[in-house]
């Protein structure tokens, strides 16, 4: 089982000026919502705390089960989920396996962030790319989705691993179908990792022709 959400998040009141919306959630999401400087930060932190306890609730869990890991990664015993918002939208995936996922605004690429951190291999890719801006989200979204899968996040040096465009030379459809995401299906990715290919496999959507989401999962042997 896996379910992919996308929901926007701008018309939601700010929780700033109406207090009472946060009611049912949390305390530590509560907490962390109020922290927030900038209204829209708000109500990304408001939107994902709604999905989190509506979404658990439609499969029989609560809120309450989640376990925070060492690392600072949410689970649930016996079910996974991740969360990740950019711009007007936040993005829910829940599994029955260990699951991560990412979305990002496109919004111009960052050559910067791509010759110091990218492979040689990435900075290829995006070199050859007939869209660069896009190539780079999906780089981008693959490498987030992949340390949020393993709960690594930035403890894991850029530099161990790195994405392998693969498009659709493979199809993985039986693990992760192309139709979770209502966005356009863009392809799949793959994973190395100090020279060894992980057992996981990512797919990936633009999503309202804006945003890239990357979801990566376990392959099945």
């Known amino acids: ?3 992919c959400y996308i929901k926007g998040c701008m018309d939601l009141d700010d929780p700033f000026y109406v207090p009472e919306i946060l009611s049912g959630l949390s305390d530590d999401r509560r907490n962390r919502i109020m922290k927030y400087k900038m209204p829209n930060d708000r109500k990304r932190g408001l939107q994902a705390g709604i999905m ?3 979404i658990l609730k439609v499969h029989g869990r609560s809120q309450d089960e989640i376990i925070v890991s060492d690392n600072g990664r949410p689970t649930i015993e016996g ?5 990740s918002h950019s711009g007007k939208y936040v993005m829910m995936v829940i599994s029955d396996d260990k699951v991560g996922c990412d979305i ?3 919004k111009g690429r960052n050559y910067s962030v791509a010759k110091r951190y990218f492979s040689e291999g990435e900075k290829n890719y995006l070199d050859e ?5 896009l190539s780079f989200y ?3 979204t693959a490498r987030e989705s992949y ?6 996040g930035i403890l894991l040096d850029f530099t161990k691993y790195e994405v392998n465009i693969l498009d659709d030379i493979e199809d993985y459809e039986d693990i992760l179908p192309s ?5 356009e299906y863009l392809g799949l990715v793959s994973i190395n990792r100090e020279d060894s290919l992980q057992n996981v496999i990512i797919k990936q959507w633009l999503y309202d022709n804006k945003y890239v989401a990357s979801v990566c999962v376990s392959k099945k042997n």
Do not use: L, P
């Open 1 to 3: 089982m896996i379910e």
């Open 52 to 54: 989190i306890r509506d």
């Open 79 to 83: 079910m996974d989920f991740n969360i």
């Open 138 to 140: 999906r780089i981008w």
């Open 179 to 183: 139709n979770i995401c209502s966005g």
């Open 129 to 133: 790319s007939t869209d660069k801006d």
């Open 147 to 152: 340390i949020k899968y393993t709960g690594e």
């Open 104 to 106: 990002e605004r496109i």
